[in-house]
């Protein structure tokens, strides 16, 4: 349940925040509901050549329009929209996040919690999904955290709360690669929440066709 913290009208927290508004986000929002995990889903926005604070890092955009994916994109996009419309998915297409920062958890050892910062707020949860990083930016904002970085930088970011869905190191996934990531991602998520809980099996929508690739 979504709730606001006590003592800061501003201030609200849930369990995931999904930092993007296209296909990615709408796909793990909707696996996220459909396995009854909480989630807010904003736009993102990037902050350049502004100094940040320790543990704080800025969200950049990386989208990349292809004409030639429109109908194709807008097609399952659609279907999305209705699914999020239908099951009351949290989805706030006027808020933009321009800031993550860290937090110490709640005990010693423990995953940390996170702040996304947004023009009118801030969102605090225990889970972080982007959908618009290239991984050089992401092993910026690792290195910004101060947290080492192998060669995957996705284990990287799991270990510390923080997924990825329709993220690509060359190309963008497709949409069918995309829903199958957001179906991971959900399922991932969802087991740390409940942990006592079984896998679910099933998809929270049916596939659609063949799609193009596209960037969300």
Known sequence: MVSSMPGDAGTEQTTTVVIGTGLSGLAVAAELRRR?????VVDGLDILGARQPANTSSLQRCDAADSDTLRERNEIL????????????????????????????????????WQVHTPTGILVADHI?????????????????????GRNVAAAMRAIGIYLVGVGELITPSPKEVLRQAKTVGQAISAKVNPDSGPSSGGAFPATGSFAVLTC
């Open 36 to 40: 009854g995990v909480d989630a807010i």
């Open 78 to 113: 659609r279907h999305l929209r209705n699914y999020a419309a239908s099951h009351s998915v949290d989805v706030r297409n006027t808020t933009r996040a321009v800031q993550l920062t860290m937090l110490e958890g709640p005990a010693h050892g423990a995953a940390p919690q």
């Open 129 to 149: 999904v982007l959908t618009r990083c290239a991984h050089s930016q992401l092993r910026r904002m690792l290195s910004d955290f101060g947290i080492a970085v």
